[in-house]
């Protein structure tokens, strides 16, 4: 009875430790795609800034040309 309670436990040991490192796999996949995400984030930005207008446009002054 011992014997068999040992070997449970063992069984549930080794499924418990697969379990934990397909965990940190999916972990690790997700860490991938949220720097990814963040990366993207980055350029949108950056790219967003530049080919945004300036706050206040910028009028030539027609009066010194007439």
């Known amino acids: ?11 549930s040991i ?4 697969h379990k934990a490192e397909q965990m940190a796999h999916v972990l690790d996949c997700i860490k991938i795609n949220l720097q990814s995400l963040a990366d993207s984030l ?5 790219n967003t800034i530049v080919s945004q207008p300036s706050e ?11």
Do not use: G
């Open 42 to 46: 980055t350029v949108l930005e950056r």
């Open 56 to 66: 206040r446009p910028t009028y030539e002054d027609y009066q010194n040309i007439a």
């Open 14 to 17: 080794r499924d418990l430790q």
């Open 1 to 11: 009875m011992l014997s068999q309670d040992a070997k449970n436990l063992t069984n």
